[in-house]
């Protein structure tokens, strides 16, 4: 029993020690990079005219840190749950070679946005919202330490799906390391207040299928719109998207003729 239990408490260490990392890196490069090194050169990429207090990012930084207490925890029980052989569509896609393991990839981020999508509707409910969401949306102007603020019940929403995807959907063990890169990757720079998405020629997202910081930026600014997370598809289908989010985007990469016409941004 005693070597069981240190068994688990080595694999608990070792995710914690891995997801506190992925998120400490990802944060810390982004805010360095776009808010030191590249501040003066991308200060007209800036969606907010001003910045977070420091108070808020180092809260910030400790409640993600608790939210990755609660992924490794599960991540423990989809150890259990495995070695019972619980995954078995896992183990069989482990053999799928190298085509299937890229396709898998790309299937757990198309299902996982579908996914975030209704999840995050539904904690916007007001039956949900203040025990789920609230903690993630007191950062009104968010930085890249806002990836994983989390209240305690939303941080097990958000790692259930790791846990739920594999059970069915064939993807290999492998492909998971991968889709949490793509995840913190995405996630931190949809909340790096600045916008960085390419424009066109009258203003618009040159990849108008993909997120921008400046479309995550509008639902911290004014909850109740834009639930996607990495495609606009969702919102556009379901209408939920935020009508001035191609004036607030105009705005934000500095084009006209939809500048002169953008909402300001509301601070917090």
């Excluded at 030191?36 to 809260?59: E, F, H």
């Excluded at 207490?69 to 569509?89: E, H, K």
């Excluded at 482990?94 to 995050?120: C, E, N």
């Excluded at 109740?224 to 105009?250: K, V």
Aim: glycine share 6%.
């Amino acid at each position: 029993m005693e070597a069981w239990i240190n068994d688990l408490k080595g694999i608990w260490w070792s995710d914690v020690s891995v997801d506190v990392g992925r998120y400490v890196v990802f944060a810390l490069a982004v805010w360095a990079v776009l808010w030191v090194l590249l501040k003066s050169l991308l200060a007209g990429r800036k969606i907010r005219d001003t910045s977070p207090p420091p108070r808020q990012m180092v809260t910030e930084f400790l409640i993600s840190i608790r939210s990755v207490v609660i992924f490794a925890t599960v991540g423990v029980g989809i150890t259990l749950m495995s070695r019972a052989g619980l995954y078995p569509l896992a183990d069989l896609a482990g053999h799928w070679g190298a085509a299937w393991f890229w396709a898998s990839l790309v299937l757990m981020i198309l299902g996982h946005d579908a996914y975030y999508y209704w999840v995050h509707r539904a904690m916007h409910h007001p039956r949900f919202f203040r025990k789920f969401h609230r903690r993630h949306h007191r950062s009104n102007n968010p930085s890249p330490f806002t990836a994983y603020s989390f209240d305690l019940r939303e941080a097990f929403m958000m790692v259930s799906f790791v846990a739920l995807w594999p059970l069915v959907t064939p993807t290999p063990w492998a492909v998971i390391p991968f889709f949490m890169l793509h995840q913190i990757g995405r996630n931190t720079l949809l909340h790096s207040g600045y916008e960085l998405m390419p424009a066109t020629a009258d203003g618009r997202p040159l990849l108008d299928w993909l997120t921008t910081t400046t479309h995550h930026d509008l639902h911290h600014a004014r909850a109740g719109s834009n639930f996607g997370l990495y495609f606009t598809w969702w919102d556009r289908l379901m209408g939920t998207e935020n009508p001035d989010y191609h004036a607030a985007f105009a705005q934000a990469v500095r084009r006209s003729p939809i500048q002169d016409s953008a909402p300001a941004l509301a601070e917090p």
